[in-house]
């Protein structure tokens, strides 16, 4: 007789509900795109040092986890037979039979919806627009299927995080703004357009170390990734190249953000760690890939929110809207 999952893994049977759905969608990875999107929501609301209101920001913070909960089941739910035949994720919940494919399903519905209950209370621009963030969110799960591009299509994904947020404290996207007669750049949108551009290019970059470990399996598999395309060694110069492009761009958003100091000791640890993660990529086992993927990636969001607050907070007085 076979042995169920849980005998199989012992670990999967000592798991509480909610530690297994958070395993299931991946929670603690919402660090990668939360970040801007507080950056952005603040940038939004500079004019009151950068804080919305309580009801705005627990509507901001309700939506995004809806929306990554529903593409991250969604993902789930299209790859499970890939999952299973693949050794690296061959554990995981719907494979093993942890989790159900109808919770997995009933889990992604309810996320949805919450995701457009929560666009909502915010605002008719999120509201309408809602239905096509969960397309695009939710659509990359099967790119891996007909293009090499998979990545430039999660960092569009994640991208719409900083401009959902920016609509959700300023209900419009305005692109020229005067203050006292004067353009001023930084209460404008081009902020959260740059934000967006930098999420790209910084997903392509870690989302491209992280398909290194699936590199064989997808060959044989028949499913695309830049990787499989150009081989390892090019594949990760293309990485390099995108985060040293993300970088310039951060750089840029600090001028154009009137950002001082604070900001641009921030960027030079933030360029550390890039360079940190692409030395743990090439000269380390695939094992090492993990701590480039997941530890480095979380400092470096936590440590731009963290800057960015700290100019929009205590900004100097000097301060120009330029």
């Not at 789930?76 to 039979?97: E, M, Q, S, V």
Request: proline residues 4%; positive net charge.
């Amino acid at each position: 007789m076979p042995s169920s999952p849980q005998a199989s893994n012992p670990r999967l049977g000592s798991q509480s509900p909610f530690s297994r759905l958070a395993s299931f969608i991946k929670l603690s990875h919402t660090v990668f795109a939360l970040p801007f999107a507080l950056a952005s929501m603040a940038l939004a609301a500079r004019d009151n040092r950068g804080w919305p209101g309580w009801r705005t920001f627990l509507l901001i913070l309700a939506a995004m986890i809806c929306a990554r909960t529903c593409a991250m089941s969604f993902n789930r739910i299209a790859d499970r037979k890939f999952d299973a035949a693949n050794p690296r994720t061959a554990a995981r919940h719907l494979p093993t039979g942890q989790i159900s494919l109808v919770s997995a399903w009933a889990l992604c519905l309810a996320s949805a919806a919450g995701f457009v209950a929560a666009s909502y209370c915010i605002n008719s621009i999120c509201f309408y627009l809602s239905p096509v963030a969960l397309v695009v969110v939710c659509f990359y799960s099967l790119t891996k299927r007909f293009t090499d591009f998979t990545h430039i299509y999660l960092g569009i994904a994640l991208a719409l995080a900083p401009i959902g947020a920016w609509l959700a404290v300023k209900g419009n996207f305005q692109i020229l703004v005067f203050v006292d007669g004067s353009p001023a750049i930084g209460h404008s949108a081009i902020l959260p357009l740059m934000l967006a551009v930098v999420v790209v290019f910084w997903l392509v970059g870690f989302d491209i170390i992280y398909a290194l470990q699936d590199y064989d399996y997808d060959r044989k598999a028949g499913l695309h990734s830049l990787v499989v395309r150009w081989g390892v060694q090019n594949a990760l110069s293309a990485a390099f190249l995108s985060h040293l492009i993300m970088w310039l761009i951060l750089a840029v958003f600090g001028l154009f953000a009137g950002f001082r100091l604070v900001y641009y000791v921030g960027m030079i640890f933030i360029f550390l760690c890039l360079a940190l993660e692409h030395w743990l990529a090439r000269r380390r086992s695939l094992n090492w890939v993990n701590n480039a993927f997941f530890r480095l990636n979380a400092v470096i969001s936590a440590v731009f929110l963290a800057v960015t607050l700290t100019e929009i907070v205590f900004p100097f007085p000097h301060f120009v809207r330029s």
